[in-house]
């Protein structure tokens, strides 16, 4: 189990809501970039503060990208991971059902 996996687990396990929203599959690409997120963050040792310190933006907003109060977008995943300097980068696939590309 990855860090993402067992923060997600934690939380689930405090709030009732969170696990119906985890499982949403309209919700899945947001959760994606938040696991993804969250998981950076923890690799690297940091605290919300520490990390925010690192990517030059205040602790209450990266608090909100990971908790979902506010919408992670390509850009500003994209402007963090280039801040932390790690060599971390965005990879963004499109999956489709077999069925769909065959109509």
């Known amino acids: 189990m990855n860090f993402a996996e067992q923060y997600a687990k934690k939380r ?3 709030d009732p809501d969170f696990e119906k929203i985890w499982n949403d599959p309209e919700e899945q690409i947001n959760f994606q970039l938040r ?3 969250i998981a950076l963050r923890l690799q690297l040792g940091l605290t919300q503060q520490q ?3 690192l990517v030059g933006v205040a602790q209450p907003l990266i608090s909100r990208l990971e908790n979902g109060s506010q919408n992670i977008t390509v850009e500003k995943l994209q402007r963090i991971l280039v801040r932390t ?6 990879k963004i696939e499109i999956e489709h059902d077999d069925l769909i590309a065959n109509k």
């Open 51 to 53: 990390f925010a310190e």
């Open 35 to 37: 696991k993804e997120l």
């Open 85 to 90: 300097q790690t060599g971390a980068r965005l």
């Open 12 to 14: 689930a396990e405090k």
